[in-house]
């Protein structure tokens, strides 16, 4: 029963109430049209057992970004011999934002007859799925409303949108023996000549040192190449829900997904193994993999991440799963930091890991909605310099720490910590 | 102009006429300001589609009709107000739940469809109770409370009905 049928309802008994109560056949007569018209919706509602209808729900795109808009197009057929009236629309789920088309529509279906709904949809990032389309049988004047969910499948994955980084020389403390881009710091084949040592037997003769060989009569010296192969990276995104700050529209969160993003891009796209960790009250990880396939996953992994909810308490950051991170591995943690999370960074190099924070800065994102008056300049000041001090705390423990006003660009700040010299980073 | 905005003209011009006619006929001079207050609170129905405008003003109207039936304005000319009062406020929500549809061949026939049983239900009905009045068929009050009973019996009846229409899936 819908608002309609209540509402003719209610007047209906009240005019009858009303009539008896005054004896006066005149508003009796007076619920006449109302009568009429209830029964004749009534009269006119679709039989169940007659209903048949097949639906389709078309996506354009089964994976996507955030910037390109998914363009979604739902049919439905009248399978029945008689003619049906329909509502038609659209389940929108949390976190879509509609661009274009329509989302619903009343219409009458002969026979055979087929309507389309179509529309495009934009969002952050996400996955989005579906099992029906949602439709009302009602009689022509909608009085009688039956819902019926047609099932329809279909999903969607938008991705997160990430600024594409260029290659930079990193230098790592290991090294996977796997061929690669970076300098490994081993004698073996390569470009960059890494030394000299005395001939041994199965030497490639083209790689004889001839000068030094002249200069010391019966003994024999061959070049050596510095080796270059892969590194093991591991990223941590920070999902407490106290490392997160929401703006408006904006989300420090959302920054530091396309910072991950970015990394685990330009990583995967130097040939490197990269594993993801995104760290919260549920954690999601991705393996070590390499890849076009381990990027597709670090983004499914990427797009459906959230911060912890508020009713949960928050986690230390001291518990998270190392051993998921292969020995000596260079872990890059994407985080805003709490006062608390100094711990984890002793143990990570003490474990051997080579550690790059990158710290989001919430002071500076949070900055334009604070205010200006004097005790309020000051408790930003405070703020900002307890922050510093803790980034110099963790930064003793040798590990590189990136101080991140998210307004700027973070390459030029990756490019910077990561490409010192091996002598600057042990 | 669409057949729905010609058509809640229509009904409401009837509407106001009829009770503005009834209470005017019978020297109730404040029936017909409050009359034309609702008229306008229609109107502003339809340029605002709130959800609960039309709510509000068709139990108004229907109000004011019976009041006049009470006071003793033109019963014939309340009851035609009253019908029409539903009509307006029919249209109105069919209005406000087409106005997101683009115009397609579909929804034309959805809209047609609805309005013609409409036009069918309340015209019947007022034709009904039009040869009523005319015959003057007197209901005894004994009578009148045995349709009642009938009714309040059958709600269970339709109650059973509706309630085969939930959710299906």
């Known amino acids: ?426 | 102009m669409t057949t729905r905005k010609i058509f809640f003209a229509i009904s409401l011009a009837a509407m106001v006429l009829c009770l503005i006619a009834g209470y005017g006929i019978a020297g109730q001079w404040i029936g017909v300001v409050i009359t034309i207050i609702t008229g306008l609170g229609w109107l502003l129905g339809l340029k605002y589609p709130l959800f609960w405008l039309p709510h509000i003003c068709l139990p108004v109207s229907v109000c004011l009709a019976v009041a006049g039936c009470l006071a003793g304005s033109s019963p014939l000319l309340m009851i035609f107000g009253s019908g029409a009062a539903l009509a307006v406020w029919d249209v109105l929500l069919l209005d406000a739940s087409l106005r997101s549809s683009s115009p397609r061949e579909q929804t034309r026939r959805y809209e047609t469809d609805h309005l013609q049983l409409l036009a069918l239900a309340i015209g019947s009905a007022l034709v009904v109770v039009f040869l009523g009045q005319l015959l003057h068929f007197q209901v005894p009050f004994l009578v009148m409370i045995v349709f009642v009973a009938l009714v309040v019996f059958g709600i269970d009846r339709v109650w059973g009905y509706l309630s085969k229409y939930r959710l299906h899936s």
Not at chain 1, 53 to 76: M, P, W, Y
Not at chain 1, 387 to 405: A, G, H
């Open chain 1, 1 to 426: 029963m819908n608002n309609k049928t209540l509402v003719v309802g209610l007047i209906i008994v009240s005019l009858f109430i009303t009539a008896l109560s005054a004896r006066n056949g005149d508003i009796a007569w007076m619920t006449l049209p109302f009568l009429a018209y209830l029964l004749a919706g009534i009269w006119q509602a679709p039989s169940l057992e007659k209903l048949s209808f097949s639906a389709e729900r078309k996506l354009e795109q089964t994976r996507s970004n955030g910037i390109a808009s998914v363009d979604v197009c739902l049919s439905v057929q009248n399978k029945a011999a008689e003619a049906v009236h329909l509502f038609v629309y659209e389940a929108i789920r949390a976190g879509m934002k509609i661009a274009d088309g329509e989302l619903s529509r009343r219409v009458t279906l002969q026979p055979g007859e087929m309507t389309e709904l179509e529309y495009s949809f934009t969002a952050t990032r996400g996955n989005f799925s579906w099992r029906s389309i949602p439709i009302l049988v009602s009689d022509p004047l909608g009085l009688i409303e039956t819902k019926l969910l047609l099932p329809a499948k279909a999903a969607t994955q938008i991705q997160p949108t990430f600024k594409k980084f260029k290659v930079i020389p990193l230098r790592t403390y290991s090294t996977l023996h796997v061929p690669g881009s970076i300098p490994a710091n081993l004698g073996g084949s390569g470009t960059d000549f890494f030394g000299v040592r005395e001939y041994h037997a199965g030497d490639p003769l083209r790689s004889l040192d001839w000068r030094l060989t002249a200069r010391h009569p019966r003994r024999f010296f061959t070049k050596e190449f510095e080796q270059e192969e892969i590194a093991d990276i591991g990223l941590i995104l920070d999902a407490r829900l106290g490392t997160d700050l929401k703006i408006g529209e904006e989300n420090l969160f959302e920054h530091g997904i396309s910072a991950t993003a970015s990394l685990a891009e330009m990583f995967l796209h130097q040939g490197h193994r990269v594993s993801l960790l995104v760290y919260g009250r549920t954690t999601l990880n991705v393996f070590p993999g390499y890849s076009k396939m381990q990027l597709h996953r670090i983004m499914s992994c990427l797009s459906t991440a959230k911060v912890d909810s508020e009713k949960r308490a928050a986690v230390p950051l001291d518990l998270i799963p190392t051993r998921m991170f292969p020995s000596k591995a260079l872990i890059i943690l994407i985080s805003s930091l709490t006062s608390e999370d100094r711990s984890l960074f002793l143990r990570l190099r003490a474990r051997g890991y080579q550690v790059l924070l990158v710290s989001l800065d919430p002071i500076d994102f949070a900055y334009p909605t604070l205010g200006q008056d004097a005790t309020s300049q000051l408790a930003i000041r405070v703020a900002r310099l307890e922050r510093r001090l803790q980034l110099k705390n963790i930064s003793q423990l040798q590990v590189r720490v990136i101080d991140w006003q998210v307004r700027q660009p973070l390459f030029p700040l990756v490019r910077n910590a990561l490409t010192r010299s091996r002598g600057q980073q042990r």
